[in-house]
């Protein structure tokens, strides 16, 4: 089965949005007396990720096409850049960017397998002509 790809038009996540947490994948358990303990209670945990976007009408459409259409309304998984590193420079070990052949910078790059998170996203206005997205995802182990 193939996963949609996250819309190329919507990649300039705000960096003010951001924001990780990996998913507990720990058991606790409370002790007659002292700290509580802790044991692993399973071994692949999802990360969630908080993200907002800022887009013109057309940018929006195009979202919610993609959360409705592409992705059932949110219940499909779906493949989507990572964006703490997409577009990012590859250096060397003294922070010069590496580049290909022709002088091109090589940029960093690696895709996310996700799945939308547990409430649907939110939209709201920003300025004249320009909506906020806010949403959620789970990075699938």
Known sequence: MSYPVWPEELVQFERGGWQAAPQDGRRRSQNETGPPGFRRR????????????IV???GRARFWRFHTEDCAGGAQLFWMPDPSVSRARLLDHTGTPLLT????????????????GD???????????????????????
């Open 42 to 53: 399973f071994s692949a945990t999802a990360r969630r990720v908080d993200l907002a976007l």
């Open 119 to 141: 409430q649907p996203p939110v939209e709201s206005v920003e300025g004249d002509v320009e909506f906020r997205l806010t949403f959620s995802v789970w990075v699938m182990p």
């Open 56 to 58: 013109p009408q057309a």
């Open 101 to 116: 052949g022709d002088g091109t910078p090589l940029l960093l790059s690696r895709l996310w397998l996700c799945l939308w």
